[in-house]
């Protein structure tokens, strides 16, 4: 078994499509089609990490359909529904100095200028004009914040990212 610890998730399976076994992707990477560039895959099926092996892609309709290696059929292609494509960490390609992946930022602790713990990052949304860090505050949170979201805009919010030490500094109020 694979260390779990070392899987990212960089897709998931969607629909059936079609009569051959052909299902849908969703990318999760930055360019989409660089998913099919990081396999085998491994997903999850009834609690046991499988490995599967892409046999054809194509774009379909501006998204992704592709074909796996023993799932030929629309029966054992419905098993793989919902399943979230992982990758091993290892795979990923190295960043140049100062950047990161969202990987690396989950479970930073958040600081902000004056040296109020805000907490440490949950995850990160997605949104169309910018990321943005969801922070679970600590349980005994003066401001009696459960959840800060944090707009990642570098210079003027995020002042520091230091992933080794997995701190990210900020200048963020505690009470909003």
Not at 37 to 59: A, F, T
Request: hydrophobic share 40%; charged share 20%.
């Amino acid at each position: 078994m694979r260390d779990e610890s070392s899987m990212i998730v960089v897709g998931s399976i969607g629909a059936v499509h079609g009569i051959k076994g052909w299902v849908r992707i969703n990318s999760f990477t930055d360019s989409p089609e660089a998913i099919f560039s990081y396999e085998p895959w491994v997903i999850e099926l009834g609690g046991r990490q499988l490995s599967i092996q892409v046999k054809q892609w194509k774009v379909h309709h501006k998204s992704f359909i592709a074909l796996f290696g023993g799932y030929d059929s629309p029966e054992t292609a419905q098993s793989l529904v919902n399943a979230e494509i992982r990758i091993d960490s290892e795979r990923l390609a190295e960043l140049p100095e100062g950047d990161y992946y969202w990987q690396d930022l989950i479970g930073c602790q958040v600081i902000n200028l004056q040296g109020y713990h805000l907490g440490q990052v949950a995850q990160i949304m997605e949104t169309g004009a910018n990321d943005v860090l969801c922070v679970t505050a600590n349980r005994n949170d003066a401001f009696h914040k459960q959840e800060r979201l944090i707009p990642m805009i570098e210079a003027q919010f995020i002042k520091q990212i230091d992933v080794v030490g997995k701190t990210i500094t900020v200048d963020w109020q505690p009470d909003f």
